[in-house]
């Protein structure tokens, strides 16, 4: 399989780095639907970036989190006994690289689990994330698919605490940025509206690509015009789609009416299982769908459980910054079209 560079962003990446360049004061949400190219935009801007920074980058989607004990152990990462011990946190600060977990070793760890409060953990991160800075360095702060920890309790709800943690390390102490991406548009719907993260936050929509990138994008692959047309009608802008139509030899037209095939069975055995189940919901779920016959996008007020099901169901993104509700990528579009027409 040959690598495909990277692509674009232009915009994304200047919008990151104006907000590197000034004092951290806001809370950073990174959104949009899946497979947007969230992570890959974040990896890039850290290779790109000076060595002035000092990045944590953690992506919660491979960890296993059922608890607050967790959660706290993917966020560390020790300190591999070799050489001399690191003892204090300036050593344990020499050994950061431009990007890692946050640093730390087995006598710090018993402090940050003492008692289970996460007040110990966000106390070490913080005297760790001075001490950064006093050698020279700005702390920035990366944590991918947060939303998984949806559901961990410490007490009351984890994520409140973090958020509290969050704000502490922006707009309070200035001392690091905060990045937090998710592609769970039911997560960024529960922080649009909760009431500690008002004005204290901004968010960042990374989308899947428009018309005029995915052709660029296609050319440095030799696509001909059709087969440009071809990818654009079943693929959109979606970065991951794309890059699987790249990395087809031959028949490209045959693989994007697979994809589009897969898909839309899917998205039967989805809709006509909940018919078996519960009719009401279904005519609901189907009035959703039958919206998208002829448009893109729609407005929303509200995200009802018709909605809701169809955005955990990763048929729909929910754009709760705009308002805006959308399939999840215009292979999803074409899918829905198809199951439709086939009522
Ligand atoms: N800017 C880009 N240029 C080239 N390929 C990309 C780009 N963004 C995403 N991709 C491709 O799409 C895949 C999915 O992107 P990813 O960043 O994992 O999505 P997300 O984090 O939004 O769910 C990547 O593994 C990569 O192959
Ligand atoms: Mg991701």
Redesign the pocket.
């Known amino acids: 399989m040959r690598s495909?560079?990277?692509?674009?962003?232009e915009k994304e990446i200047k919008e990151v780095m104006n907000i590197l360049n000034t004092e951290p004061t806001l809370i950073t949400f990174i959104y949009?639907?899946?497979?947007?190219?969230?992570?890959?935009?974040i990896?890039?801007v850290i290779e790109e970036l000076p060595n002035e920074y000092a990045v944590f980058y953690i992506n919660l989607r491979t960890k296993f989190l059922s608890s607050y004990d967790d959660f706290i152990e993917s966020l560390f990462e020790m300190e591999i006994e070799g050489g001399r011990r690191k003892e204090t946190l300036k050593e344990l600060v020499s050994s950061v690289t431009k990007v890692a977990g946050i640093p730390i070793n087995r006598e710090f760890l018993d402090y940050v689990f003492k008692d289970k409060k996460p007040k110990n953990a966000f106390s070490y991160i913080i005297k760790l994330f001075e001490e950064v800075k006093d050698a020279g360095k700005q702390p920035v702060l990366i944590l991918?698919e947060l939303q998984k920890i949806r559901d961990v309790k410490v007490n009351g709800p984890l994520i409140y605490e973090l958020f509290n943690f969050f704000i502490d390390l922006t707009k309070e102490k200035h001392l690091a940025h905060v990045f937090v991406?998710t592609?769970d548009s039911l997560f960024i719907e529960s922080i649009y509206s909760e009431a500690i993260l008002q004005e204290r936050c901004r968010y960042l929509l990374?989308d899947d690509f428009d018309k005029s990138t995915v052709i660029h994008?296609l050319d440095k692959y030799k696509f001909s015009d059709t087969a440009k047309e071809v990818a654009w009608n079943c693929c959109g802008g979606k970065?991951?789609c794309?890059?699987e139509l790249i990395n087809t030899k031959g028949n490209r037209k045959g693989k994007a009416e697979e994809l589009l095939k897969i898909r839309k069975g899917q998205i039967e055995e989805v809709v006509y299982s909940l018919e078996a189940k519960d009719k009401t919901m279904f005519d609901a779920v189907m009035g959703v769908l039958s919206e998208f016959l002829v448009n893109d996008k729609t407005h929303y007020k509200y995200l009802s459980d018709e909605i809701t099901f169809l955005v955990r169901k990763n048929i729909i993104f929910a754009d709760s910054v705009n308002k805006e509700l959308r399939p999840q990528s215009r292979l999803n579009l074409l899918a829905i079209r198809a199951v439709l027409k086939n009522v």
């Open positions: 495909i560079a990277f692509h674009n962003r949009g639907p899946m497979n947007s190219g969230k992570t890959e935009l990896g890039h991918d991406a592609s990374v994008f970065p991951v794309l890059v």
